[in-house]
């Protein structure tokens, strides 16, 4: 899929141990990195990954590509702390749309947890792959 938009690669698998530590020295021009939380929340992105690295606040920790920029920063900056829910979300979409522009991550893949149930046991699987209870449907019988 990569290929499909321009971008040549050569697949280096390593144990993490290994690939960690090759990262961490930054060497590397590309890299396919996982995260994921309990949360959707867009901060939880942009504050580790998207943010560049900042070692008075601890944000970009996890930006190897040492990609970003100042506005893009104070963006982040300020949705964290940002208590008015519709200026956050103008702030959050602001921030995200420079992400895009900049291509300073490439989404490749949205990882589903795959749920499993009996034949009359009905869960619901929310954005966030977490089950919630009172969204269960059991017919009876089974």
């Known amino acids: 899929m990569l290929g499909r938009v321009g971008i040549k690669v050569r697949v280096d698998a390593r144990p993490k141990t290994i690939f960690f530590q090759k990262i961490e020295r930054l060497d590397t021009s590309f890299y396919l990195l996982g995260w994921g939380g309990g949360t959707t929340d867009a901060q939880g992105l942009l504050d580790p990954i998207v943010h560049r690295p900042d070692a008075r606040t601890q944000k970009g920790g996890y930006n190897y590509g040492r990609v970003g920029d100042e506005q893009l920063d104070a963006l ?59 969204w269960i449907r059991i017919e009876p019988g089974g």
């Not at 947890?113 to 792959?129: E, G, K, L, Q």
């Open 76 to 134: 982040i900056d300020a949705a964290g702390s940002e208590m008015n829910a519709s200026r956050r979300s103008g702030l959050i979409a602001e921030a995200q749309r420079r992400v895009q522009a900049q291509h300073v991550v490439l989404p490749i893949h949205r990882q589903m947890i795959t749920w499993a149930s009996r034949r009359h046991v009905s869960p619901v699987v929310m954005p966030d792959n977490a089950v919630r209870a009172h």
